[in-house]
């Protein structure tokens, strides 16, 4: 080949390459969502379908980047919090528009705010922010900058802010118009919906392209994960969120570059013992349940590594205790790594007065130890621990009886009837701060499940919990916060009153057409940064098989 | 002999060999099939483990045999008690006629408009959380038998219409037989072929329905096994098209289905 044709040839070949660098690739991305979106309004999402759609349409003030954890300036420039930690300041960025470009000012932010803690529009969002009796105040002493005060100090204040998109008080088109990377442009019940990319979007790369960089987003509404998986394989779909490992396994034997592993995530799965005082169990029973040793002795029982291994095919990790490691900034590092150790699981239990003999324990008044774990019925991979967990106990001489129950009915048993005596079930965490399970570690809140709605704390480290966690939730320093919430994980792990036991890994499966994702542990796992994400020069629908 | 006798009796040898090979789980089988070789899990059929193990190790050979046990035995009891039920109503209904007739008939459509799975779940949730396995799979066929005799009832009932005027019934009745001593002396024995077929296709089904309540969670618990949890094994195709041994449960239970289809009386023989 002559050197001009050669010379050519690397031309041909760098236009080629270059609307990728160029980050000019459009297309369309193709995903589903597992449910149908209640609604399209962001002050009112309270489900996963509508928070992923809120998620690329929605502006927010400030996001919290889901990579490294830590808060951004979105819409607005910057802010200050007051030093009482009721009153937060925005600087807006000027010259932006709403999807249909009505202009953007903190008389937006102001209407948003107001109708967010408006108390008869019910926000789930807006819960988050109330703090104390009486309403907000809203300054808007220019188009650019807006104060707002609380009632009463909110913990975490910012970091609240990534939730709430932003609405235009002017727009004909309402929560339609949309200051995120893409808008809904067109919606079908039960089918899919489509969203297209939003010109007036205000970020730019770093070369001052504008984005998002897609043309925009399909999202087909499909419930049923193996439909899911199996459109995937065929091409159809070129992403999946949330992957349980059994898929994952499959797809990394298919092809190693589709399946991504983000590491543990926030989600964890655990026991606990019923110790609500007016349940109808055996007193001994009880008894036995609300004793720390015995409680620990099961933790020290059962083999979390084997159930890791086998259950989650080694996509899980051992978990240490509430927070799960992922969360970089309130994850107590100082606590130790939890063990296996059925000796010193009977040497505890002998301690607390209980007898080993013939593979069998008893308790002091000679009753065999042996108790029901209730779980939910149809879920596989908690048959298994629970399984797992039934042979690991039998080793310490327990008897554990496993029993699957449909979801409403182990629903009644927790929060009604209370007869139970242990149950299996996993947190869903989708919040970084301690602040958002307030409910579960209060002894009055209604998801301390081992003994829920308590009208005095009815321990000393309940007690104890509930001062810490109050105290968490009015201090305003972070570090502070932490350093209180660091003393409730010890707590935690040291009365074991849930017996954590994995958090699962974050899985999703991406196929190569698409450039950018970089998946991670938080929602929304795998396209966090939609904005950004690119399809390649000849875009290929999904995995190959 | 004719192809069908030869076919029926093969049927017949198999379901002894299979109804005894389950009987002896204890003394057949070689591991508990409760036990977990957590080094082991999903393995291959090996000289050790000759149909290999499950997802958390455990001999899959073993749990076969026991799950048979639990299956094939309890089937049949369920069955029997459905068939009994259907055929001392269905015959009181047919015989009887007028109010009773009328009642016995609405009960059975309400039952059989009720749909079973969701009762059944009620009544799972309703009975107490720390009862044995071996209760709970008793009560498990209990409720199948209890609530599964409406469609065998209807065939009972318009079995029995069509003796209803019989001269035997007639010269019965002026003998001064009373109604129970018609059913059971006179009725019943002239629908044994119904009964029998009815009672011979009610095992399969209760074995797919027990089968169906696993995979949904209830009846058998774990670590117990029965065909139905055995077949859950089942739900990840991939993993099963690459361990194809994995569908011993599947080819056990077709087997039994057929060789029960093999010997039921069929219409041929009824006449």
């Not at chain 1, 760098?14 to 002050?43: M, R, W």
């Not at chain 1, 807006?126 to 809203?138: H, K, L, P, T, W």
């Not at chain 1, 009153?497 to 929602?523: E, H, M, Q, W």
Request: proline share 6%.
């Amino acid at each position: 080949m002559k050197p001009r044709a050669l010379r050519n040839l690397a031309v041909v070949m760098l236009l080629a390459a270059a609307p990728l660098a160029l980050g000019q690739s459009g297309g369309v991305l193709h995903f589903c969502l597992h449910g149908e979106p209640k609604t399209f309004n962001p002050i009112l999402v309270d489900d996963e379908a509508s928070e992923n759609i809120r998620y690329l349409t929605g502006g927010v003030l400030i996001r919290l980047n889901r990579q490294t954890q830590a808060l951004e300036p979105g819409l607005a420039e910057s802010w200050h919090v007051s030093k009482d930690g009721r009153t937060i300041t925005f600087r807006l960025r000027k010259g932006l528009h709403f999807s249909d470009g009505t202009a953007f000012t903190s008389e937006d932010v102001g209407y948003t705010m107001k109708t967010l803690m408006d108390p008869q529009v019910h926000s789930p969002t807006g819960d988050a922010f109330r703090s104390g009796e009486g309403a907000i105040d809203v300054q808007t002493p220019t188009p650019d900058v807006v104060t707002i005060t609380f009632p009463a100090s909110v913990a975490g204040l910012e970091r609240l802010f990534d939730q709430v998109a932003i609405l235009s008080v002017h727009s004909p088109q309402k929560e339609m118009a949309v200051l995120g990377p893409f808008y809904v442009s067109e919606y079908k019940a039960g089918l899919y919906v489509e969203l297209k990319r939003n010109p007036n979007y205000w970020r730019r790369d770093a070369q001052g392209h504008p984005l998002p960089y897609l043309d925009g987003i399909r999202l087909d509404i499909q419930r049923n994960r193996d439909i899911e998986l199996l459109r995937f394989r065929r091409g159809e779909l070129q992403l999946i969120n949330r992957l349980d490992a059994e898929s994952y396994q499959h797809l990394q034997k298919d092809d190693p570059n589709v399946a991504r592993n983000a590491g543990a995530g926030l989600d964890s799965d655990h026991i606990w013992f019923n110790e609500v005082p007016s349940a109808p169990l055996a007193e001994y029973k009880k008894a036995w349940f609300r004793t720390t040793e015995f409680r620990k002795a099961v933790s020290l029982a059962i083999n979390r590594d084997d159930i890791c291994r086998i259950v989650f095919a080694g996509y899980a990790k051992p978990a240490y205790g509430p927070v799960s490691p992922a969360n970089r900034f309130w994850f107590n590092a100082a606590l130790p790594a939890p063990k296996y150790d059925p000796q010193g699981a009977l040497r505890l239990l002998i301690q607390a007065g209980f007898r080993f003999a013939n593979d069998e324990l008893r308790d002091k008044a000679g009753n065999r130890v042996e108790f029901t774990l209730v779980t939910n019925s149809g879920n596989t991979v908690r048959e298994k621990m629970a399984a797992m967990i039934q042979q690991d106990l039998s080793q310490i001489g327990i008897k554990v009886s496993v029993v699957t129950l449909d979801f409403p009915s182990l629903i009644e048993r927790m929060t009604r009837t209370f007869d139970y005596e242990a149950c299996l079930l996993g947190l869903v965490n989708t919040d970084l701060d301690p602040s958002g399970v307030m409910t579960v570690w209060l002894s009055s809140g209604e998801n301390h499940q081992w003994n829920p709605n308590q009208k005095n704390p009815a321990t000393p480290w309940e007690a104890e919990m509930d001062k810490l966690m109050r105290e968490q939730a009015s201090a305003i320093a972070d570090k502070d916060r932490k350093k209180k919430f660091d003393r409730v994980q010890q707590i935690i792990y040291e009365q074991q009153p849930f017996i954590y036991l994995v958090n699962r890994d974050v899985l999703t499966a991406v196929s190569p057409a698409v450039v950018g994702v970089a998946p991670t542990v938080l929602n929304p796992q795998a396209f966090w940064n939609a904005d950004v994400l690119q399809l390649g020069p000849a875009p290929q629908l999904g995995a190959q098989k | 002999m004719s192809a069908k006798r030869g076919l029926r009796i093969c049927a017949t040898f198999m379901l002894c060999a299979v109804g005894l090979l389950a009987l002896g789980a204890n003394i057949v089988a070689p591991y508990s099939y409760a036990h977990q070789f957590r080094d082991l899990p999903s393995s291959a059929p090996t000289a050790t483990h000759l149909l290999g193990t499950d997802t958390l190790g455990r001999d899959m050979f073993s749990r076969l045999l026991y799950g048979t046990r639990v299956s094939l035995l309890l089937a049949p009891a369920a069955a029997l008690l459905a068939t009994l039920i259907a055929g001392v109503l269905g015959a009181a209904a047919g015989l009887l006629g007028g109010w009773w007739e009328r009642s016995i008939l609405a009960i059975t459509d309400l039952s059989m408009a009720l749909p079973l799975l969701f009762l059944l779940i009620a009544l799972r949730a309703m009975l107490p959380l720390n009862v044995e396995s071996v209760v709970s799979v008793v009560a498990t066929f209990l409720m199948l038998g209890l609530l599964g005799w409406p469609s065998a009832l209807r065939v009972v009932w318009a079995a029995t219409r069509n003796i209803r005027q019989s001269d035997f019934l007639l010269l019965a009745r002026s003998s001064g037989s009373g109604p129970l001593r018609l059913i059971f002396r006179q009725v019943l024995p002239n629908l044994r072929p119904v009964l029998l077929a009815q009672f011979w296709i009610s095992i399969p089904v209760f074995i797919l329905t027990e089968a169906t309540l696993s995979m949904l969670g209830l009846g058998v618990m774990e670590p117990l096994p029965s065909w139905g949890n055995l077949l859950r094994g089942l739900e990840d195709f991939p993993a099963v098209s690459a361990n194809p041994w994995r569908i011993a449960p599947l080819v056990l239970l077709i087997l039994v289905v057929i060789c029960f289809q093999l010997i039921l009386p069929s219409q041929e023989d009824s006449v």
